[in-house]
């Protein structure tokens, strides 16, 4: 388990890797520093600005749009997202997902418990016009067809995909891995 500590470690580490990346290409880079640690179930949350603004609070320092970074409380892996996915926590199912590898219940998952149900508890009718309310693009061979699939096992993949175009967002991918150093 990655403890506070080493996650502030491996973020000042990037921040400082950043600095000299920039001062290497003849620019003049400003130094960044940790404005906040946040613990949370899967990550550090570890916010960051100019240095001259927390030490001055000068609003004229303070940076825009920068996200936070994510250190993986498990491996240490360091994840960055976008000032947007921080505020609204998208971030956290495509972390789950994309990162963790974690196995999520989908929009088409619960149709399918669903219409199994209805078909259990009422009859394949009424599992039929249940597909139909939530998948209304289906013609009425297909809905014969998913129906009859899903009483006797898995939905056609043809058809489950369907129903995916129509029932899940399009996934949220704001978190963005971040290799370190091969010394590190």
């Known amino acids: ?33 940790l404005s906040h640690v946040e613990q949370h179930e899967l990550v550090w949350i570890i916010s960051w600005t100019s240095e001259e603004y927390l030490r001055t609070r000068n609003p004229d320092f303070a940076l825009a749009g920068n996200g936070p970074y994510l250190v993986d409380r498990v491996d240490g892996s360091l994840h960055q997202i976008g000032v947007v996915a921080a505020v609204t ?17 989908t ?5 399918h418990d669903e219409v199994r149900a209805v078909a259990g508890a009422h ?14 693009v289906l013609s009425h061979t297909q809905i014969i067809e998913y129906v009859t699939a ?9 058809l489950a995909d369907v129903a995916s ?20």
């Open 107 to 111: 929009a088409v998952d619960d149709l």
């Open 123 to 136: 009859g394949r009718v009424h599992a039929m016009h249940t597909l139909r309310q939530r998948v209304p």
């Open 165 to 184: 175009r129509e029932l899940v967002a399009p996934t949220d991918a704001s978190v963005v891995t971040i290799p370190r150093a091969a010394n590190c």
């Open 150 to 158: 899903l009483q006797h096992g898995d939905a056609p993949a043809h």
């Open 1 to 33: 388990m990655i403890e506070r500590d080493a996650a502030v470690q491996i973020v000042e580490e990037e921040l400082e890797r950043d600095y000299q990346r920039e001062l290497s290409l003849g620019l003049e880079p400003i130094r960044m520093a």
């Open 89 to 105: 926590d998208a971030w956290e199912a495509d972390y789950r997902v994309r990162i963790r590898r974690q196995v999520t219940q």
